[in-house]
């Protein structure tokens, strides 16, 4: 009987190891095809600092393996964006199994919706945020005053950027399968705007750095994000309401 009950619960464990073995090699696939391209893919990704940069300036290295090791954060940077569809298709159907039937339909939907709107805030982040981030940092040099920035430090705060602003724009996602499942419903996101409001200006201040335009050019996507997940939640957020009109008809 033991055995019995350990078994649903092994099989999740090997299930999981699978899709975790399958989300490593798309990664590695990933990387080992972008490091072919590493010194054109940074280029491109410092591109809006260079832009904004007066010439003659460019970034430094401060240390002899910086620029190697920033090119593999790169490389393997790039390969989890070319990879975010398998990894979000696999944790989908890590997923899929605990729903119903339905519900399960809708995870292909799901997955390339996630896809899009995780590329979409990172082209966001780079298109729109990052020229005039970068703009307002450097508009604090001076003739007595130049900045020197390095290839690590500038991909260390690009890449967080753009992941911040690949998993934010997941929200309306997110709230429209949770009003989907009748977890959420249209009355509760309207009842709360206020409060996402404020979470939406907090969690922008945690992570974007500490200046206002950058955290501004965050919420504000959010915010609109928000209006979205309710107009989704009023279109696909039906479960709810058909348990709600089926009541009265079973008494």
């Keep these: 009987m033991l055995e019995d009950e350990k078994l649903p619960f092994t099989s999740h464990l090997e299930e999981l190891r699978k899709r975790l073995i399958t989300v490593f090699i798309a990664i590695g696939v990933g990387f080992v095809v972008a490091f072919g391209f ?3 893919l940074f280029k491109i990704l410092v591109q809006p600092l260079i832009e904004v940069m007066k010439e003659g300036e460019t970034l430094i290295y401060t240390g002899l393996p910086e620029a ?3 090119y593999l954060k790169v490389a393997f940077l790039t390969g989890l964006i070319v990879a975010s569809p ?3 298709y696999q944790f989908w159907m890590f997923v899929a199994p605990g729903l119903y039937k339905n519900e399960r339909r809708l995870m292909m939907p799901i997955v390339l919706l996630s896809s899009f709107f995780f590329i979409g805030g990172a082209l966001f982040g780079y298109f729109i945020v990052f020229p005039w981030g970068f703009k307002f940092f450097l508009g604090f040099a001076t003739d007595t005053i130049r900045p020197l ?4 430090e500038y991909f260390g705060f690009s890449a967080k950027l753009l992941l911040a602003f690949g998993l934010v724009f997941e929200l309306p996602l997110v709230l429209t399968f949770l009003a989907k499942l009748g977890i959420v419903s249209v009355e509760f996101l309207k009842k709360n705007r206020k409060y996402a409001l404020l979470l939406f200006f907090a969690g922008a201040a945690i992570l974007t750095p500490p200046d206002v335009i950058t955290q501004v050019m965050m ?3 959010l915010m609109v994000l928000y209006e979205i ?3 989704g939640a009023r279109i696909f957020g039906k479960k709810k309401e058909t348990r709600k009109e089926a009541e009265p008809e079973a008494g």
Excluded: G
């Design 38 to 40: 590493k010194e054109r």
């Design 86 to 88: 398998i990894i979000l």
């Design 229 to 231: 997940s309710i107009i």
């Design 68 to 70: 190697f090791f920033t």
């Design 219 to 221: 919420a504000l996507p």
């Design 149 to 152: 920035p390095s290839m690590k």
